[in-house]
Structure formats: structure tokens, C-alpha cells
């Protein structure tokens, strides 16, 4: 009869005119991620806020790089006489490879391309560095600033620059516009937990005596 209740909506059509919460706020999460990073890219170009600064930001940026960290790494273990400092580099070797495959590897599944007001003028890149998320920059800083807490002895002054270093790398990411701030933020956890991975795989001559022998 014309008089009777209308029908109950699918549960589905419900749900699609009715967004969860969950999605609300993930959505206003990464408006205002984008916002912020903006507004925080100081250095992003030579014409902004901090423009100024960017060489000094470049450099710091450098000081970051996986290429730098490998290079230094590799001539250690070529340099050094000491089966501990041996040990210890070739640890380091394993840590930072270790990243470079891991953020290569999130990097292509998410495929978060970079902000739009980041020039693309970085310090030697691969293909997977279009993308943003997570930082890699962000995810080695966390990385080493750990390894080398634990594993050097390190006067407290030192200290304090180590984990100083490992913030300024990190910030300067959003102030060159290279990444949002979750990509940081992100990628300061990942580092931070490729460390426990490290750990747990601690490579010694007990554990991989092939690998020693080439050193």
C-alpha cells in the first residue's frame, strides 16, 4: 500500500552515506600533514622564508645520505686492524643496508610522491626516491644515532651531538620540503626499530665466520 513505511537502506548503502569516524579523521589527519609540512618548508626554495639557509640545509642533508655513511663505512673495515672495530663496522655495513632495502621497499608499496613544493635538486637518488613516505633520511639518522650510543664510548657532550644530529637531519626534511612530517615521523620509527633488527641479528665470527674471513 502507498501508506506503508519505506524499506530500510542496505547495510552497504548505509555505510557509504555514513563515512566511518576512522576514515573522518585519517582524512583530516593528512590535510593537515600537508598544511603543516608547507607551512614548515622554510627552506624549500631559495625565495621562501629561510631561503637563505638552504646551502647549510643541503649540507646537513648530505650528512644523512646513505652514499656518505656506506663509503665511510666500507673504509673502515679496510682500514681498521682491530677485530672488535671489524666487528663493530661490519655491523654498522649490515645496519645500513638493511635500511636502504627496507625504505626502498615501503617506498614502492605506499608511492606517496613527494610534496609539490619540494625541488627535486637532492643529493644522488635511485628511482624509488621520487617517493616520500617514509623518509630515509629520518629512517638512517634514528638508525646510527642508536648504533653509535651503544656500541661507541662516547664522552656525554658527544652524545648530546649525536642525538642533536639525528634531529636536525630530520627536521631539515620538512624545512627543504623533500617530505611531509609524517614521512619523518614514520621513518624516525622505522629506524628506531631496524635497530632492534640489528641487534637481534648481531653478525660475529661465532655467528658468520665466512663473512669475518673477507675481513
Not at 24 to 34: C, P, V
Not at 129 to 156: E, M, N, Q, W
Not at 160 to 179: D, F, N, P, Q, T
Request: net charge positive.
Amino acid at each position: 500500500p502507498g501508506g506503508g513505511a519505506a524499506a530500510p537502506l542496505p547495510e552497504e548503502d548505509c555505510m557509504k552515506l555514513n563515512p566511518s569516524f576512522v576514515g573522518i579523521a585519517l582524512s583530516s589527519l593528512l590535510a593537515i600533514d600537508l598544511w603543516a609540512s608547507k607551512r614548515l618548508g622554510v627552506c624549500a626554495g631559495e625565495g621562501s622564508a629561510w631561503g637563505s639557509a638552504r646551502p647549510l640545509m643541503k649540507v646537513i642533508e648530505v650528512s644523512g645520505h646513505g652514499i656518505p655513511w656506506l663509503l665511510g663505512t666500507c673504509y673502515g673495515l679496510c682500514q681498521s686492524d682491530s677485530s672488535a672495530a671489524r666487528e663493530v663496522l661490519l655491523n654498522l655495513l649490515f645496519a645500513l643496508l638493511l635500511d636502504l632495502v627496507m625504505v626502498a621497499v615501503v617506498k614502492g608499496l605506499v608511492k606517496r610522491p613527494r610534496p609539490t613544493h619540494n625541488k627535486m635538486d637532492m643529493f644522488v637518488t635511485i628511482s624509488v626516491d621520487k617517493y616520500s613516505f617514509p623518509s630515509g633520511h629520518a629512517t638512517r639518522a634514528a638508525l646510527v644515532c642508536r648504533f653509535i650510543l651503544r656500541h661507541l664510548v662516547l664522552a656525554v657532550p658527544l652524545r648530546v651531538l649525536v642525538v642533536l644530529w639525528a634531529l636536525i637531519v630530520s627536521i631539515s626534511r620538512v624545512m627543504l620540503g623533500r617530505h611531509n612530517m609524517t614521512d619523518v615521523l614514520f621513518g624516525l620509527l622505522l629506524g628506531y626499530a631496524l635497530y632492534g633488527v640489528v641487534e637481534h641479528c648481531w653478525l660475529s665470527p661465532a655467528t658468520a665466520p665466512a663473512l669475518f674471513a673477507l675481513w
